[in-house]
């Protein structure tokens, strides 16, 4: 069975920083977004990044987060500084895997972290 597993959410107050984790062991990548979902609203994309390193941020969280991945641990990290009350959701990491079911990379979602940012 496939597992996205992510961790690292929190509560931080304004300010501060939390780093989000994302693994699935035993499959290589095609790409891995994180998302987010705050209470009453769509689930938004936050970032992503490709098995290339292609890398795409949310205009709201330019220049406070960053995405990185460690190929060797099968790990997709995403740093979040300068936190704001509104980056307060449930952040769910979502990644294109070969998973050999068949041809090309197939989407599994993680099971959410709940990121809060107090004032």
């Known amino acids: 069975q496939v597992r996205v597993v992510e961790s690292g959410g929190g509560s931080v107050e304004a300010g501060g920083s939390l780093k989000l984790s994302c693994t699935a062991s035993?499959?290589?990548?095609?790409?891995t977004q994180w998302y987010r979902q705050a209470p009453g609203k769509e689930r938004e994309l936050v970032s992503s990044?490709?098995?290339?390193?292609?890398?795409l941020y949310v205009d709201s969280v330019k220049g406070r987060f960053t995405i990185s991945q460690d190929n060797n641990k099968n790990t997709v990290y995403l740093q979040m500084n300068s936190l704001k009350t509104e980056d307060t959701a449930v952040y769910y990491c979502q990644m294109q895997l070969r998973t050999g079911i068949g041809p090309g990379c197939f989407k599994y979602w993680g099971q959410g972290t709940q990121v809060t940012v107090s004032s």
């Open positions: 035993g499959y290589s990548r095609c790409g």
């Open positions: 990044i490709s098995s290339g390193g292609t890398i």
